[in-house]
């Protein structure tokens, strides 16, 4: 049984091959390992599958409601909208953007209740598992430039913009 696994490198963005009992690192597979061996290493399956990159970086419109897991934000003590309103208004500011990224800015800066909105709403890069994961899924699926239909998660409802 090989003790090897794929991570992801967190300064490099990159996989590389981990061995969990003598704790040696690989940046390329190990010898010895067949292709179908590696394909089947714990964490090749997340983070080696070709068609997805190992980081993204995206920016987000976040508008919260009472069932969020916070339901408070940087310009609203108390959360009281429901959801369902939560998306009505999310769906005024898709219609508001129609796909252009300086406006997509311009209203997280404004109107997101996450604290990225100071920075047009630009989360950074980040990796599979630091978000949560219809985010991540969806943001995943976005070629870059492109917006997403409106996802929800535990944090509130969103509008995502695939920046890299």
Not at 46 to 63: E, F, I, K, N, T
Not at 86 to 106: C, M, N, P, R, V
Not at 130 to 141: L, R, S, V
């Amino acid at each position: 049984m090989s003790n090897w696994e794929v991570r992801i490198s967190s300064s490099r963005g990159v996989p590389y091959y981990y061995n969990t009992e003598t704790k040696e690192s690989l940046w390329e597979a190990p010898a010895g390992l067949t292709q179908e061996q590696v394909a089947a290493l714990p964490g090749a399956k997340q983070y080696l599958s070709g068609d997805r990159p190992a980081q993204v970086r995206a920016s987000h419109l976040l508008v919260k409601h009472r069932g969020s897991r916070r339901p408070s934000s940087w310009k609203e003590q108390n959360i009281t909208r429901s959801k369902e309103e939560a998306i009505e208004i999310l769906k005024g500011y898709a219609h508001e953007i129609d796909g252009s990224a300086e406006k997509f800015a311009e209203l997280a800066t404004v109107h997101s209740d996450c604290s990225s909105h100071s920075n047009g709403g630009d989360l950074g890069f980040f990796r599979p598992g630091q978000m949560q994961k219809p985010f991540e899924d969806a943001t995943y699926a976005l070629k870059v430039g492109e917006i997403s239909d409106i996802i929800s998660t535990d944090s509130g409802v969103h509008l995502i913009l695939r920046t890299a």
